[in-house]
């Protein structure tokens, strides 16, 4: 009878784990850029949808008003806090609305605040409202 059990090589020994480990980790490392990249992107996409979301919630509320003052009470500035801490400033602007009939501009643009300070413009629309 001879031992076959000395002379086995069969199934992964320390070596293959190792270097398995080893190739996993390299394409692990090699994609941690680009989720870092992803969650950065992400991140930025967020707060631009809230001031796009911000913009045309002005937007439809000027094209509902009926009357010079309704239009005029839309003419404000408010700041809102996304999920992340960003607070984005959102300024509507309406033409000076005194003759009570006829078409008027109104404009809504949101700016991201940095400490303290109005920075980049995130997002902006102007409409015509007509009062009749």
């Known amino acids: 009878m001879t031992d076959t059990a000395l002379t086995d090589d069969e199934g992964f020994g320390l070596v293959e784990a190792v270097v398995s480990m080893l190739v996993l980790a390299t394409l692990a490392i090699a ?8 969650l950065k992107q992400s991140a930025t996409n967020s707060t631009q ?3 796009t979301q ?11 008003a009926t009357s010079c003052s309704a239009l005029t009470l839309v003419a404000s500035s408010a700041t809102e806090t996304d999920p992340r801490g960003n607070v984005v400033d959102v ?13 008027y501009s109104v404009t809504a643009t949101a700016r991201l605040i940095e ?3 109005p ?6 629309a102007s409409t015509l409202v007509f009062l009749p």
Do not use: K, N, W
């Open 115 to 117: 400490d303290g300070v």
């Open 31 to 38: 994609f941690l850029p680009l989720l870092i990249t992803g």
């Open 49 to 51: 949808a809230l001031a």
């Open 91 to 103: 300024t509507t602007t309406v033409q000076d609305c005194t003759a009570g009939r006829g078409t």
């Open 54 to 64: 911000l913009v045309s919630e002005r937007m439809s509320l000027a094209q509902a």
């Open 119 to 124: 920075g980049d413009q995130l997002a902006t």
